[in-house]
């Protein structure tokens, strides 16, 4: 003491920094000499006669079970202290039947007790995920659940051969209209025969009959937005907002209270998807977690899963005030058993990750060999961007540019999507289909999925490895929607117009080499009324109207067939840049506004010899010249009077496909 007042003010508080500087770096070493713990138990593992319980904190001096009768409100609870074990983990062991009973967990770090929390590898939880609960895995399997199992999508799964629709839980039922009973909820995808008025099928059997092989659904774990205590109160969330990473979300079920439900009512919709074809995808957010310093993970083991600022701050890549760090062990094994407990436990056929440029190659790649060992035709995608700056190297993240690096795992093209409608950070800016000129090499960059391609010249280059590296798409639930994309743009062109455009850029989608993805409405014109990111819309903003279903049947029809013909032939589900390289020819010769290209469908084994199609997405008629040969139609939206032998009129905004057999 004596010591220090002898220093000047000044000095004492650099002596204070650097004495707080060696603290902080000696924070960030010692994450990385943290003991890891290689066990598969990390968690509750139930037995009717005994429970085992084991968190992960290699700081803590004490830990903490704390059981409840109530998954919330009562607080009469029992501690129990948790006996140190080996690899930095707590564990205990309760004899008896404890089904029924709800938990959490609290450590001691440094003679504080953290907030209690579930622990992050909870699978089943009570109302808001605030306490997990001990819960008989057996009970949570509906009739039949034994002999589930995923159908196939295709010959070989090949993930070339899906189709994917994008869709939320709450949006598909939840308008008066549906005709679904259960609104909003996960059993109201699993309702048969629904329909908004005669003819109009919706949910379930709409998906069915449009065709599509995979549903994605936005986040279905249980996120920390919506109150689960209050199902009356208008309320609205798309979910990326993780609380509990294994647990399915508490909103989208009959009974938040009860653990069992959510997972029980999960299973029966997923059922009935794999028994009408339609196989399932998980949108992943490992990214970030909802709480920051609050987290599960955080109050557990603090800092640890998460990527900081050299200041010691959180790093926030992610723009929702933190960013986890998939390269540290624990954080890479939490995402690992996480997304096989969602695949073995709920039969999950694919996953979507939610900005996973933040996400580490290492990890990514360690991922999809795990996956595709246990199912093989699982299929594997994700945002190839960040939200923000991050710590770790542009090199070592999986971001679009080092798409070729990832093994098995598609990123989403934005240069198709952008290329297609106009840029989604400007309202007013067209694509090709809107009738922007010059757009042309954008959309054919898309057309061979992002590969290298002798005619195709444009300012990115090419990053995929392969057709199966690409998702191709104009529209997700990102953003304003296609159509209303259109009309914020094109705001001179008539309905009539607008129309052609949305249909010329989902054939446009539909016929393109990667895996296609369709945001879910956007084959009868879906709205959300110019609201850009309506994450925490109001229903009326994000509902699926199926009304407009009856309104644009014919535009219905249209994608169903063209989803029939994309099924129906391998010319457009090439499987190796060598065969897009090889059998896909532009006609140079192609008027400004236009795309022309032929396919040799031979090569791939199709029924067509040759394709040949044709794109005019201008806002004037042009005169195309044809190949020779007798040629049939498989798609035309606007073929004008042949005029002259060899040569074929295209209207504005339209598209023609021929073939040859
Ligand atoms: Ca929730």
């Not at 009860?258 to 029966?268: D, M, V």
Request: aromatic share 10%.
């Amino acid at each position: 003491m004596q010591l220090i007042f002898k220093f000047s003010k000044p000095i004492f508080k650099l002596l204070v920094l650097i004495f707080f500087m060696l603290q902080t770096s000696h924070a960030q070493v010692s994450f990385d000499q943290y003991p890891v713990y290689n066990g598969n138990d990390l968690g509750l593992i139930y037995k009717k006669e005994i429970s085992h319980f084991r968190i992960w904190s290699p700081v803590a001096v004490a830990a903490q079970l704390l059981l409840y009768k109530q998954g919330n409100d009562d607080s009469a609870c029992k501690i129990i202290s948790l006996q140190t074990s080996h690899d930095g983990t707590w564990h205990t062991a309760l004899n008896g039947d404890l089904k029924g009973t709800f938990y959490t967990f609290r450590v001691n770090i440094k003679g504080k007790w953290s907030n209690e929390v579930p622990d992050p590898y909870a699978k089943a939880t009570g109302v808001n995920g605030k306490r997990a609960v001990v819960i008989d895995p057996e009970e949570t399997n509906p009739r039949g659940w034994i002999h589930e199992k995923s159908p196939a999508f295709s010959k070989k799964n090949l993930p070339t051969d899906a189709i994917i629709y994008e869709m939320h839980v709450r949006d598909a039922s939840i308008a008066i209209n549906s005709g679904i009973r259960h609104k909003g909820k996960f059993i109201g995808l699993a309702e048969r025969g629904t329909a908004a008025s005669p003819g109009i099928s919706t949910g379930l059997d709409h998906l069915k009959e449009l065709g599509v092989t995979h549903i994605h659904l936005l986040p279905f774990y249980d996120y920390s937005s919506v109150d689960e205590n209050k199902p009356g109160r208008p309320q609205y969330n798309w979910g990326y907002d993780p609380l509990n990473y294994n647990v399915p979300e508490g909103s989208y079920s009959t009974n938040p209270y009860n653990g069992i439900t959510r997972i029980k009512e999960l299973k029966q919709m997923i059922q009935a998807f794999h028994k009408n074809g339609l196989r399932i995808i998980f949108d992943a957010v490992y990214n970030h977690t909802a709480l920051t310093e609050r987290s599960n993970f955080n109050q557990l083991v603090p800092g640890y899963y998460y990527r900081h600022k050299a200041d010691g701050s959180f790093s926030d890549a992610t723009g929702c005030n933190n960013e986890t760090a998939s390269e540290m062990p624990m954080m890479r094994k939490f995402m690992l058993e996480s997304l096989l407990y969602w695949v073995k436990e709920y039969h999950i056929d694919g996953f979507r990750f939610d900005l996973m440029g933040v996400h580490d190659i290492e990890t990514m790649n360690i991922i999809s060999a795990e996956l595709h060992a246990y199912k093989p035709g699982i299929l594997l995608y994700g945002e190839g961007w960040t939200a923000g700056q991050s710590p770790l190297p542009d090199s070592l993240r999986a971001i679009k540019k080092n798409a070729a690096k990832l093994d098995r795992i598609a990123v989403f093209s934005d240069d198709i999507r952008d290329g297609i409608k106009g840029s989604v950070f400007d309202a007013a800016d067209k694509g090709f289909a809107s009738g922007k000129p010059g757009m042309e090499e954008a959309v054919k960059f898309g057309i061979v999925a992002s590969s290298p391609h002798p005619q195709v010249h444009y300012t990115t280059s090419p990053y995929a490895a392969g057709p199966w590296n690409v998702i191709t798409y104009c529209e997700c639930h990102d953003n304003n929607t296609l159509w209303d994309k259109l009309k914020l743009s094109c705001a001179d062109a008539t309905e009539a117009e607008r129309k052609q455009m949305q249909q010329l850029s989902l054939t446009i989608v539909l016929t393109s080499q990667g895996i296609p993805l369709l945001h879910a409405g956007t084959e009868f014109l879906r709205t959300k009324k110019g609201i850009e990111n309506s994450y925490k819309s109001h229903d009326s903003i994000n509902e699926i109207d199926w009304e407009l279903k009856k309104k644009h049947l014919d535009l219905t029809r249209f994608v169903e067939s063209l989803i029939s013909m994309r099924k129906a032939h391998p010319a457009f589900r090439m499987t190796t840049n060598e065969e897009i390289r090889q059998h896909i020819h532009f006609d140079d010769t192609a008027p400004a506004g236009t795309i022309i290209y032929s396919i040799d469908g031979s090569a791939m084994n199709d029924s067509w010899k040759k394709i040949w199609i044709a794109f005019n997405g201008s806002d004037t008629a042009k005169k195309l010249s044809l190949p020779v040969g007798n040629w049939s139609t498989a798609m035309d939206t606007g073929t004008e009077e042949r005029t002259e032998a060899g040569y074929v009129g295209i209207k504005k905004y339209s598209s023609i496909i021929l073939y040859q057999e």
